[in-house]
């Protein structure tokens, strides 16, 4: 493990920052705190690999990590960087848009908690597809299941790798090419080597260090303005532009079919996300499941009512400052940056140094997360359990999962350098929306109805999957930002609020005229 990493540290602590106010040369704290961060992962990581030796072990850390640490790290999952860079960014251009987007996002947990993860943990072992599969045919369903799940996950990804990218190039002047390898090459070893029982405990410690650096700006900013959250607010509409019609929504405004059709994707996305979900069988029971949504709501609640804070902060601070500006009156970096900036304004570079090595560690936990979901997928569900029919050892699954790893991670390098334009938290609620449309129909309809079908499933996910991919290539957020065409053509963004019904629609309506033909199991007495 040791050989793929250390050849990438000296590349960060060469590296010249593309930007330090007011500092000339190298930005020493940055660049030693992103090394500690990278170094106690990957002891984290070195001690997990010689413990995740069984199938078990590597995808569900044996199922003995406790309530408390299961809700850190699922907070840790949830609180990604589209949070901490995405939110206050786009609080800090747009205002009140992106106050829907922090309040969506916060609401979505507990959706968890009624609809799914306690029966969730009661049927599965590993992945959604065993949950699925207790209840319809095992192929079909696992194919299905897999794929809507790596297309969840690289959606995801793509956020976490283009706010590592920015953040990246922003303050050690990599190109960002050479960014989104660092931290490709990084996210692949974590998972390749250390499993779920790394992962988690990186998210925990990622957790606890995002809650602090949250803490602290904040108090700082509003000590900036005397503790008066008014006189924040107040400055900060007197910089921006439109100045008072930031407190309206723009964006969102138009239509009230789009509006709603992002409540729905922010609300009920979650529940169906499933890097969150796999969560749910790393403990080792129901209860454990419960308390884990607690701490984890906890987490996730206080750190974005931070977000108001950090957002209208940087709007106030950073967007009035020129020395934070380029030659366009743009933010350095692009508004994903707003939060770094912030932390420099407020404590120089050591401040600048400890945020930005935070944020770093918490894309390097959310997308080790998302690659062990997206190669659990192609391990367990394509490889031991429809190529393999469950005859594959442990041994050559997990090998299957590392080479998949290392397949994911290339193709999230990819697809971070594609869309390194997008704010990274919008582009979090794309993956809400494709999990609203494929996996959250099926998991409520086969853990709340007698009725469905494995023909009415498959009908319903993959009319769901496609339409939600399809609509979002058609609509503003790729055929108007990454395909330069002037305007969309389907114009609801996201389009949730006809892929969701049609996908439960098309399940339900299917399994009533299959229901005679095709005889399915009870469902289990534990639900």
Known sequence: MRRFLLPALPLLAAATPAYAAGSDGVNVTAVTMFIAIVLVTLGITYWAARRATSADQFYAAGGQISGFQNG?????????????????????????????????????????????????????RYTVADVLSTRLSETPIRIFTAV?????????????????GQLIRLLFGLDYLYAQILVGV??????????????TWVQIIKAMLLLTAGVAISLLVLARFGFDY????????????????????????????????????????????????????????ARAARVSVFWAVMCQSGFFALIFVLGFGALAIVAGDSAYLDAKGAIRGGGNM?????????????????????????????????TLTGASAVSHDLYARIIGRGRATERSEIRVSRMATVGLG??????????????????ISLAYAVSCASTLPLLILALYWNGLTTRGALAGGVTGLVLAVTLTVLGPPVWVKVLGN????????PPTIVTMPLAFLTAFLVSVLDRKSVPEAAMPSAI
């Open 486 to 493: 002037a305007s969309p053509i389907f114009p609801i963004d």
């Open 148 to 164: 809507a799940t790596l297309i969840i996950v690289m959606f995801y990804l793509i956020a976490q790798m283009v706010g590592a």
């Open 230 to 285: 008014n006189a924040l607010v107040a400055k900060a509409l007197a910089v921006h532009p439109r100045h008072e019609a930031i407190m309206m929504p723009q964006v969102y405004s138009g239509s009230v079919w789009q509006s709603v059709s992002l409540g729905m994707t922010l609300m009920l996305g979650t529940s169906g996300l499933p890097h969150v979900l796999m969560r749910f069988f790393t403990v080792p029971d």
């Open 72 to 124: 850190v790290a699922l907070a840790g999952d949830l609180v990604s960087a589209g949070a901490l860079l995405g939110l206050a960014g786009l609080i800090c251009s747009s205002g009140f848009d992106g106050l829907i987007f922090a309040v969506g996002y916060a609401t979505g947990l507990p959706f968890v908690v009624f609809l799914v993860a306690e029966r969730l943990r009661k049927l599965g």
């Open 410 to 427: 290339i193709l999230s390098v990819l697809l971070g350098i594609a869309f390194q334009t997008q704010n990274v938290a919008y582009m």
């Open 186 to 199: 990084l996210m692949i070893c974590y998972v390749m080597f250390g499993g779920m029982v790394a992962t």
């Open 338 to 370: 707003a939060t770094i900036h912030l932390a420099h304004a407020l404590g120089g570079d050591t401040l600048m140094g400890l945020v930005s090595a935070v944020a770093f560690a918490t894309i390097l936990a959310v997308v080790a997360g998302l």
